[in-house]
């Protein structure tokens, strides 16, 4: 016999198998999905299905996230797991041949490890437990046999349900005789599942296993009927869930989503008007107009729904009840529709309380932050997760400085609504990854998952510390505070909660101990270093209002007359114990440390004043250029906006300036950027790229914003003298920049043979030491009186 018809008949044979067990295109169990969460656990997955092999195609009866899932056989790892009695172990899909093509390995989530064990019924194989994750994994031999294990579990299960059915039939046979030799009073049917419901709420079922069982206990007490169950989202507008399981999934389905409103079938229209809609015959009523092809597959000709209610009013949803006949409600039925939606009700309401119970004992009620107890757990994930992923994260604790001085001269309201302002703000520094808790009293604690080096870290913190110092408003009164922030790393300084936690409370009292505003590492390198950037900080806090800066201008020179045409400001800092500190030794640090708007400004204030007294001297048409910073332009903050108020309110004395940025600004610019440019041009100021050809900008944006000069890197001055490529590549820019009206600027000359070159190019502008080096204002007027 050949290998097709083997392989046919294995097929068949499994085909049969699965429809046997009559569990495809079924709800979710609990049973199953309990075990997939087990899975997942033990396997430290975040992925896990138990997937049934149909003719053509894999479907999930359970998976991660209790989602629906099915996919073509062709398309599914599983397909190939099934055909071994053996688990199935892929540590990396992109090695394998048979299923590196496939199309969840190649697109989202791109599975990149498989475990799967398949899961035999009636003596076949019929699917496979399975578990997944997006990195390639080494699977050890233990983690395979519980897996294996866990396999066995839904294998019972699967014996299980084949005895619930067979025992349902049973049931259903045995309640047929009864109905026929004894019907029930109505009065007790509804007493019984009154009884049975209330039941479930007090012991605490999951919602979506109590509205199971009402309906199954419904529809078994009144066969004829199929009932439903409508959840509506928090405002009321929308349908979230939809619990109907005698209803075809897509009928289901169909109704995810809905809007309600008067005329949306009966369900739709009981919730919007908040009473009760009986429409006896479907296909005839305008109700059902737009939903008649979802009634046909659905076979239901008759519907009832009653709003369900809370005791405050809102409505929650909808039950409603259908029949496969044309039909209108008897005295019972009208009794039943209503006594279910109000013990839907019921459960729905307890289970809120449950979730704000929750809610309570993990949340902090005055911030709404994770509170000590969901912070220990956050941080047990981060250990969990960096140790799978062999990462590094960093844990903060902050304390607020002062902040009894509050308390105790403002009261402890003013507190409250200060604890809340500085949660806001100390959530706004963090990125969506990291998480912040408040411990209690003014303590917080900042987890930040998956950082590399300490810059990033120190960059966040001395966020955090900038917002908490702008002054709180609290009603009528300002208050002002700080914070001492202590870090700690893992693995570097602990592995565990209580030591992290134990050294990041350490380090923030070492922050306390050291001044306060400031934050501290757990480590002596570390906080050596911290330290020796904070104090550098303050002395520069401190240069920019005592005048400890000071202006150096470098000449930028027409390159066909050799005449001084532009100055380039440098900013330079006499430090009283450090001596002349240059813009590498603190221009990023204040950068960091939000001082680059205050240092920025006092660069345009003394090159203004310095740049009118030239015009006014020596050249009408004498330019000063000022560096600027790319947060300048891309930040939508209150400095930012302040910063171009301040030169619109002087615009006379800025009208000589160019402001230097670095190319970055070319990448993609922003609304945001443009307009800033715009209202800068508006005022005359001139814009210059800085160090164009060191990134990844595009010539194409120089139009756009209007750059008026274009400053070619010197790594490009250094490469015509080397080589031709240097060269046409340098006389390339310049064409195509001239082309655009933009002037070009060759920085560092530093040869007369690069000089020479330049001017066959064609090039204007020059600067480098060649020409000039940077001058002190009073040197560069003799040289301008000179010229």
Not at 192 to 202: D, F, I, M, P, W
Not at 666 to 673: D, G, K, R
Request: hydrophobic fraction near 40%.
């Amino acid at each position: 016999m050949s290998n097709s018809k083997i392989a046919s008949m294995k097929d068949r044979a499994r085909s049969t198998a699965v429809s046997d067990l009559k569990l495809l295109d079924t709800l979710p169990e609990e049973r199953f999905d309990r075990i997939v969460r087990l899975a997942m656990a033990l396997m430290e997955m975040p992925y896990a299905f138990v997937n049934l092999v149909d003719k053509e195609r894999i479907w999930a009866k359970s998976t991660h996230d209790n989602v629906p899932y099915e996919s073509t056989r062709d398309q599914s790892i599983c397909n190939f797991a099934i055909r071994n009695t053996l688990p199935t172990v892929i540590e990396d899909t992109l090695l394998d041949e048979n299923v590196h093509h496939l199309n969840y390995v190649v697109n989202s989530p791109k599975f990149r490890c498989y475990v799967g064990v398949p899961l035999t019924y009636n003596g076949e194989v019929v699917g496979a437990l399975c578990t997944l994750d997006t990195k390639p994994d080494k699977v050890s031999a233990q983690k395979i046999q519980l897996l294996s294990d866990l396999a066995k579990i839904v294998e019972n299960e699967f014996l299980n349900v084949q005895l619930e059915q067979e025992s349902h039939g049973l049931r259903a046979q045995k309640k047929a005789w009864r109905d026929l030799s004894n019907k029930l009073q109505s009065r007790d049917q509804l007493s019984g599942l009154r009884s049975h419901a209330l039941e479930l709420v007090a012991n605490g079922t999951p919602l979506k296993s109590t509205f199971h069982e009402m309906i199954e206990g419904v529809e078994r007490e009144f066969p004829d009927m199929i009932c439903s169950i409508l959840l509506l989202d928090e405002i009321g507008e929308k349908v979230t869930r939809c619990y109907g399981p005698s209803l075809p999934d897509v009928y289901n389905k169909a109704l995810i989503g809905l809007e309600i409103g008067h005329g949306v079938g009966s369900c739709g229209t009981a919730a919007a008007l908040a009473e009760r809609v009986i429409v006896s015959d479907i296909f005839s009523h305008a109700y059902w107009a737009n939903f008649l092809p979802l009634a046909e597959q659905a076979q239901v000709k008759a519907c009832w729904s009653e709003p369900i209610l809370a005791s405050d009013g809102q409505v929650l949803g909808t039950f409603a009840i259908y029949h496969r006949e044309i039909r209108k409600p008897q005295e019972i039925e009208f009794r039943l529709i209503e006594q279910s939606a109000h013990l839907a009700s019921i459960a729905i309401e307890r289970d809120r309380a449950n979730k704000l119970i929750w809610q309570q004992a993990n949340y902090d009620a005055l911030t709404c932050l994770p509170n000590r107890e969901l912070s220990a757990v956050h941080i047990n994930v981060a250990i969990s997760n960096a140790q799978r992923n062999q990462q590094s994260f960093a844990l903060m604790f902050l304390d607020l400085d002062r902040f009894k001085e509050v308390n105790d001269t403002l009261g402890h309201d003013a507190g409250d609504l200060l604890l809340i302002e500085a949660s806001k703000r100390i959530q706004s520094c963090v990125r969506a990854s990291d998480s912040v808790a408040r411990l209690g009293g003014d303590e917080f604690v900042v987890l930040l998952n998956n950082v590399e080096g300490q810059q990033g870290v120190e960059k966040i913190a001395s966020h955090i510390l900038q917002v908490l110092t702008k002054g709180f408003k609290l009603k009528s009164d300002i208050a002002h505070i700080s914070a001492s922030i202590g870090v700690t790393f893992f693995p570097q300084d602990g592995l565990t909660l209580d030591v992290l936690m134990k050294n990041a409370d350490q380090a923030m009292y070492q922050a306390k101990e050291s001044g306060r505003d400031r934050f501290s590492y757990f480590t002596q390198e570390m906080r050596e270093e911290a330290n020796e950037r904070h104090i550098l900080s303050e002395d520069l806090r401190r240069a920019i209002k005592n005048d400890e800066l000071v202006l150096y201008y470098q000449p930028i020179v027409d390159l066909t007359t050799g005449k001084i045409i532009v100055a380039e400001a440098l900013v330079r800092w006499l430090h009283p114990t450090r001596g002349m500190l240059y813009p590498e030794d603190f221009i990023a640090l204040s950068d960091d440390r939000g001082l680059i708007f205050p240092l920025t400004q006092w660069v345009i204030n003394q090159a203004s004043k310095q740049s009118l007294e030239w015009v006014q001297l020596h050249n009408h048409s004498f330019k000063v250029s000022v560096n600027t910073s790319l947060r300048q332009y891309t930040d939508n903050g209150r400095h930012s906006e302040q910063w171009l108020v301040d030169l619109e309110k002087n615009e006379t004395n800025v009208q000589h300036l160019i402001f230097e940025v670095s190319e970055q600004l070319l990448v993609e610019p922003s609304p945001l950027v443009i307009s800033k440019i715009a209202r800068l041009k508006k005022l005359g100021i001139e814009l210059a790229i800085d160090d164009f050809g060191t990134g990844y900008s595009s010539l194409i944006h120089i139009k756009k914003l209007g750059v008026d000069y274009l400053k070619i890197d010197k790594q490009f001055i250094a490469n015509i003298t080397a080589s031709d490529d240097g060269k046409v590549l340098y006389e390339a820019i310049i064409a195509m920049t001239n082309k655009l009206g933009t002037k070009v600027v060759s920085e560092g000359i530093e040869q007369p043979q690069q000089l020479k070159i330049l001017q066959e190019f064609g090039c204007e502008l020059g600067q480098g030491y060649y020409l000039a080096y940077p001058l002190t204002a009073k040197a560069l007027t003799e040289r301008l009186a000179q010229q």
